[in-house]
């Protein structure tokens, strides 16, 4: 991580991260169980459901500072793939959005059971 990622407002999650934290978590879970993780997500952390996209399998929450993209990725029936983008309305990040990033991924870990990070790496 250089100087620069901590100022960064708009940070996201994917397979060849650098950081272990923001690389894609995958679980073993089905998509409709991993849908609901997410949404008791929000509702846990008091964020507004904007949009639950069960076409491209992506869900839209928010807060007045912020908000969140959560794709969830079906590699079989039973075994699936989360990646996450957060987006800070502010014109720095100061770290913010890793955080709310690690915070979702520790939430996700105690409501699914957890398989490994970068699987495809």
Not at 24 to 47: E, R, W
């Amino acid at each position: 991580m250089s100087f620069f990622d901590f100022f960064k407002n708009h940070i996201e999650t994917k397979e060849q991260a650098s950081k272990k934290t923001l690389s894609t978590h995958y679980f073993v879970n089905n998509y409709s169980q991993t849908k609901a993780a997410v949404i008791d997500y929000a509702n846990h952390y008091k964020y507004a459901i904007k949009t639950v996209d069960d076409t491209y399998k992506e869900a839209f929450i928010e807060k007045p500072k912020h908000h969140i993209i959560f794709t969830i990725i079906e590699i079989n029936p039973r075994l699936t793939a989360v990646e996450v983008k957060v987006a800070y309305k502010a014109m720095f990040g100061m770290n913010r959005p890793q955080k709310v990033i690690e915070q979702t991924y520790e939430y996700l870990k105690t409501k699914l059971k957890f398989k490994g990070v970068s699987l495809n790496r």
